[in-house]
């Protein structure tokens, strides 16, 4: 008698419109009546529903539960299919029913009771990842204070250098704070810490590929390697942007990865269009700032090497200089 009541224990799940568990309805006693009357043992604040709008109970086996409607405006969706009142029809564990505006899902012992799953990765803190966060920020921090240093002129006061340190960490702070409630709306998880983190490694990454990015390629003579540079934070903001919106929308993170990837990419098409008429289309022409002599890896040109590579533009450059005599002698002539 026990054994039979215990594979009869069924919950009802009444789910958000973001398909999260809003609440659980443990049933305690067959059949179930679902609706909008008090009298219902599952009631629904929905102004569409019926006052009882259905009925969930066994079959005469005791072994599919199923579901009834009862006469109404609005009926109801089992996953995919509409369901018929009057009709009992099977409702399988994991499947929605729609009833109006409110979305159901029974849990059940039918197909036996799934095994504990870990905790996320992303709630688990271990004893490594506490200073994680610290140190990410230091690092940034010293990162910045470079910067200010190599850009000041010596013996600049100290006081120079914390604005320009401590307004990014303020901005980064608050990014994630904003992050971290609209999880909380969407989650209800509070997830300051694990979207700061996403930050500060984006952030960090994009910091130190466009300090290297100048240097490796006047070390290794590739001018053309500063392409990456304008495409460096456009991808990094759309990285940065899928790290946390799947944190938030974690069950549709490949339609965000796939909506983001196109936007990236008509965004560079468009300054493609821009900038058809420049020698590259991203990045500088040249290297607008060297670094140190000693960074230098390859190979010294002979200056003649220069003199022939320029040579083509030998004629473009006297085509301009007759151009600009011509103009200047009317302007003479036209003054006498």
């Known amino acids: 008698m026990e054994q039979a009541a215990m594979s009869r224990a069924v919950a009802v799940e009444v789910l958000g419109h973001d398909g999260q568990v809003r609440w659980v309805h443990k049933v305690g006693q067959w059949p179930l009546r679902i609706g909008r009357s008090p009298e219902c043992d599952l009631v ?8 009882e709008h259905a009925l969930l109970d066994w079959d ?24 018929q009142p009057g009709a009992p029809v099977e409702w399988p564990d994991a499947t929605v029913l729609q009833l109006s505006l409110s979305r159901l899902r029974v ?16 709630r688990q803190i271990k004893s490594w990842q506490r200073g994680l966060i610290p140190g990410l920020v230091l690092l ?6 470079f910067d200010q240093w190599a850009a000041l002129d010596p013996g600049t006061p100290w006081v120079d250098f914390v604005s320009p340190v401590l307004w990014p960490l303020g901005l980064l702070a608050l990014w994630a704070a904003v992050w971290a409630m ?50 460096l934070y456009p991808v990094g903001l759309t990285l940065l942007l899928w790290w946390q919106a799947r944190l938030v929308w974690p069950r549709i993170e490949r339609v965000l990865g796939l909506s983001l990837g196109l936007m990236l990419l008509l965004g560079l098409g468009v300054t493609v269009a821009k900038r058809q ?12 700032a060297l670094p140190a002599p000693q960074f230098r890896m390859a190979s010294p040109k002979p200056p003649q090497a220069l003199i022939e590579a320029l040579r083509p533009l ?3 450059l006297q085509r ?9 002698a009317q302007d003479g002539a036209g003054g006498d």
């Open 60 to 83: 005469e086996a005791g072994e599919r539960l199923c579901l009834q409607l009862q006469p109404s405006l609005n009926g109801g969706w089992l996953g995919p299919q509409a369901v």
């Open 140 to 145: 940034w921090a010293l990162l910045l204070w």
């Open 277 to 288: 008429d420049q020698q590259y289309w991203f990045g500088p022409n040249y290297l607008n």
């Open 182 to 231: 609209v999880t909380q709306l969407f989650r209800h998880w509070f997830a300051f810490a694990e979207h700061l983190k996403c930050a500060l490694v984006c952030v960090l990454a994009l910091h130190l590929a466009s300090m290297a990015l100048p240097n490796v390629a006047y070390a290794f003579n590739v001018p053309r390697l500063m392409a990456l540079d304008a495409m």
């Open 107 to 122: 849990r059940s012992l039918r197909q036996g009771l799934a095994p504990e799953e870990p905790l996320p990765a992303t």
């Open 44 to 51: 629904l604040d929905d102004p569409h529903l019926a006052g």
């Open 314 to 316: 030998e004629a473009q």
């Open 320 to 328: 301009q200089a007759e151009k600009d005599n011509d103009g200047t």
